[in-house]
């Protein structure tokens, strides 16, 4: 039985949605901004979900008041990465929070070969399960 | 198709005192008319530009088509013609309006664009253009990013960025290009491009002295200052010396020299100590506060002087 017949990605909001459109971008950015987290874009070709750090893309952008200009750089991200993840994050400083407040993608390789589950013999009958992307086989750069 | 009977169609009216009630436009012109002394030509543009951006609006309502159109601005004028006060008013004025989505002002010159070596340039031209995208970018003394005499220089190099941005994204922010008329001309000259991607050059006059000193009057209202009669005479006087004078620069020259008649009416109420002082003696500049300048006893103006 396959659970995920399309393979995609799902980590962070709205990754079970169809992709966003650039107006929905945007009014998410907006939404980010008005609450006065700062935007920053990341991407990588490592999807496992335990890899949280990805790669920043540009500078992190604290001082900017309007999503044009941060959309601007999303189209900039994914004209350097086409086939790389791509997501926007919104961090949040307020003291006692530090955290990120919203992460989602923005941009997907066009194949997603998802993931493989792999089982090992422990102890006894104990067994440790694994899994990691098929994608994840080749070496950095050449993935998708 | 049933949607026709939603769509308005050319019978259906539009209040447009509703549209323009709604806009708040008035009070931005009120304001602007109570703040900002004289410019009339300034004034006619900005009205001229509400209009069309309120008829624009009613255009959209109706769906007609109504393309955005060029707001990118350049402002030429003397020293001290209240260029960068009125671009300020137009961040406010364009965002009412509904045509720029944030309406803060970033102010930039050449320093804030141009990089010092190969590849800076790009980046942070386009680092200043994403912080004043949904505004307005405010570029001071524009014509220092062109050096024709130097061919290596990277203002070039900026200038071709900022001009793709304000033909691609006109949505997204408004330029306005500020600097002395003279030198603007030849700036524009060399860069037909950027005069032509400009739809309002607006030309700011110099002030005559009787707005002169309606300017010092609002300039000294601000900080609750206020000048007696007599002195109002004597300053009207010094307006018309002081125009005279090298390095003359409109507003500013005044503002100055209101800044030396509060030092001397400050030097004069220590003088007077021994006396009760009222409220109004502080408030109040006198006459001789403008009279001990050095323009009424041998014609020298300090700021001529100093260089202002």
Redesign the interface.
Same mark, same amino acid.
């Given at each position: 039985m396959i659970t995920n017949p399309t393979g995609r990605l799902t980590q962070g909001q709205f990754s079970f949605l169809p992709d966003l459109t650039d107006e929905q971008i945007s009014a998410q950015i907006k939404w980010a901004l008005a609450h006065g987290w700062a935007v920053s874009i990341e991407y990588t070709d490592d999807p496992h979900p335990r890899n949280t750090y990805w790669e920043m893309f540009g $500078?992190p #952008?604290f001082? $900017?008041?309007?999503? *044009? *200009?941060?959309l #601007?750089?999303v189209n900039e991200a994914r004209k350097t990465f086409p086939d790389y993840y791509i997501r926007v994050m919104a961090f949040n400083s307020t003291r006692g929070v530090e955290s990120p407040a919203m992460s989602f993608i923005v941009n997907r390789p066009t194949n997603e070969p998802g993931f493989g589950l792999s089982r090992q013999e422990g102890h006894g009958r104990e067994i440790r399960y694994g899994f990691h992307s098929y994608a994840a086989d080749k070496p950095e750069g050449e993935r998708y | 198709m049933s949607d026709t009977e939603n769509k308005p169609s050319e019978l259906n009216e539009i209040d447009i005192d509703a549209v323009y009630r709604e806009s708040e436009i008035q009070d931005v012109l009120d304001r602007l008319d109570a703040e900002l002394i004289g410019l009339v030509p300034v004034k006619t543009r900005i009205r001229e530009i509400a209009a069309l951006l309120l008829v624009d609006k009613l255009r959209r309502q109706l769906d007609l088509t109504a393309g955005n159109p060029s707001m990118h601005m350049s402002f030429t004028g003397n020293p001290g013609t209240g260029k960068t006060t009125v671009a300020m008013r137009m961040a406010d004025i364009l965002h009412r309006l509904g045509y720029v989505? +944030?309406g803060?002002l970033v102010a930039v010159t050449r320093d804030d664009l141009v990089g010092q070596y190969i590849g800076h340039t790009a980046p942070k031209t386009r680092?200043v =253009? /994403? /912080?004043a995208? !949904? !505004?307005v970018l405010f570029i001071d003394e524009a014509y220092y990013l062109y050096k024709p005499e130097n061919e290596r220089d990277y203002g070039a190099e900026s200038i071709e960025i900022l001009l793709q941005v304000m033909e691609n +994204?006109r949505?997204? =922010?408004v330029v306005i290009l500020a600097g002395y008329k003279d030198r603007m001309d030849k700036f524009f000259e060399s860069n037909p491009g950027m005069s032509s991607r400009i739809a309002h050059h607006i030309d700011f006059p110099n002030y005559n002295p009787p707005e002169l000193v309606q300017i010092a009057k609002l300039m000294l209202a601000e900080s609750s200052y206020r000048m007696s009669d007599e002195a109002e005479g004597v300053f009207a006087q010094y307006v018309v010396k002081r125009m005279e004078m090298p390095n003359f620069a409109n507003a500013r020259s005044i503002r100055n020299a209101l800044d030396r008649a509060r030092l001397r009416q400050a030097n004069r109420l220590f003088n007077s100590r021994g006396r009760m002082l009222t409220k109004a003696d502080l408030m109040t500049i006198e006459a001789d506060d403008f009279m001990k300048s050095r323009i009424f006893s041998d014609g020298v103006d300090e700021s001529a002087q100093d260089g202002e």
């Open positions: $500078l #952008m001082d $900017l008041k309007d999503p *044009a *200009a941060i #601007m750089e | 989505r +944030q803060h680092e =253009l /994403k /912080k995208m !949904g !505004g +994204q949505d997204d =922010l």
